[in-house]
């Protein structure tokens, strides 16, 4: 069986090609293209840019990835289909739809954040190969849009036991890049400073730390580093560092205090991180350590695969065919599917 999946939710045009049968399948193709030098001289994602950059890109990404005799070798299409920017969704979905309609060939739509808890299946043969051992796991799945704990019972099989009722974690780390007037995506220059400050130099709010639920709350957080920041007369780069080690230390407790309590309430078998955010080494060092404690098998994705990426996409929906675990659209029904912006797919 051969898959090729189309990305397209936020800021990368991304396609990928996945081939094989059962669990001996290969990542055959994998283009990413990353429109973020593009935005961030404007601190954020702008969506109209966002959308028209996937429209000059997404033919020739894949005439390159694929070569002349593009769809040929192709059994299936998939898409992300949400959750994601309407804009941005509708230009992967489009071009999804035409090809998978004018080559007579079957159509997925993927549910995004249920890609990056794939993503642990293109980095850990381990998982790959002997994933019945693994469930129930419990994902911890950290984007800019999302902070979800998800017990996941087997494949296509979950069920959300917490979520962020304001801010994402990976959206509070851009906003307190932001404060501190650092650049976007704020993740990964909050981190590198971090590395150079004093982690308990601030003592910063646990927001729902105790709620005795798996819920999560982190624009208290991030409005308490900017009150604290308004109270310092110059900030200098010690403080920036001081401020970003703080913040992400508390971030990371939360994370980790959560996922460890729910992993032991439902006796799960091993955990998964998931998303932008499982770039994050103060995170995944957190998280492994609780784990061993806990004789819980901890797996987390290479960082190529932490971000937005179609090879996800991909391992998603060849687990979904080979499982059988949803009707593909062929024909004229393809043109039946639409982008679903706030596409729940954990459900409670
Ligand atoms: O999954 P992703 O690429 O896009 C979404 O689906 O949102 O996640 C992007 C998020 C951004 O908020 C970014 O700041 C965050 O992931 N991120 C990080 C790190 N690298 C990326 N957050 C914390 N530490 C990092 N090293
Ligand atoms: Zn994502």
Redesign the pocket.
């Known amino acids: 069986m051969r898959v090729l999946a189309i990305e397209s939710s936020?800021d990368e045009t991304a396609l990928a090609v996945i081939s094989g049968s059962g669990n001996a399948w290969f990542l055959e193709k994998n283009a990413v293209f990353s429109q973020i030098a593009i935005h961030q001289k404007f601190g954020g994602i702008v969506p109209e840019v966002a959308a028209r950059k996937h429209a000059e890109t997404i033919i020739p990404l894949l005439t390159e990835t694929l070569g002349e005799n593009k769809l040929a070798d192709i059994d299936y299409l998939a898409v992300t289909a949400g959750p994601g920017l309407i804009t941005s969704l509708l230009l992967g979905v489009t071009a999804a739809k035409s090809l998978a309609y004018a080559s007579q060939k079957p159509l997925l739509p993927v549910n995004?954040m249920e890609g990056?808890i794939y993503s642990n299946w293109l980095s850990n043969d381990e998982l790959k190969n002997n994933d019945k051992n693994y469930f129930p796991s419990l994902a911890l799945v950290v984007?800019?849009?999302h902070t979800e704990l998800v017990l996941m019972k087997g494949h296509g099989d979950y069920q959300l036991l917490g979520t962020t009722l304001d801010d994402a974690v990976?959206?509070a780390?851009?906003k307190v890049a932001k404060i501190l007037k650092l650049g976007y995506?704020?993740?990964?220059i909050?981190?590198k400073l971090a590395l150079d400050g004093d982690e308990n130099f601030y003592d910063l709010p646990r927001p729902m730390l105790n709620s005795g639920d798996y819920n999560f709350s982190f624009s208290g957080l991030k409005t308490a580093v900017l009150y604290t920041l308004e109270k310092e007369k110059n900030i200098t780069q010690e403080a920036v560092k001081n401020m970003c080690a703080s913040f992400q230390k508390v971030a990371v407790e939360i994370l980790v205090k959560k996922t460890i309590k729910a992993a032991c309430e439902y006796k799960v078998k091993s955990v998964l991180l998931a998303?932008?955010?499982a770039?994050?080494q103060k995170l995944k060092t957190g998280l492994q350590s609780v784990c061993d404690k806990n004789n819980l098998p901890f797996f987390f994705p290479e960082l190529k695969y932490t971000?937005?990426n179609a090879a996800m996409i991909a391992a998603a929906a060849y687990y979904k065919l080979q499982n059988h675990l949803e009707q593909t659209l062929v024909g004229k029904d393809i043109f039946n599917l639409g982008v679903k912006s706030n596409w729940q797919i954990f459900n409670k």
Do not use: I, K, L, T
Request: proline share 9%; net charge negative; aromatic share 4%.
């Open positions: 936020c995004h990056h984007s800019g849009g990976g959206e780390f851009d995506p704020g993740g990964p909050v981190s998303g932008g955010v770039a994050n971000g937005d």
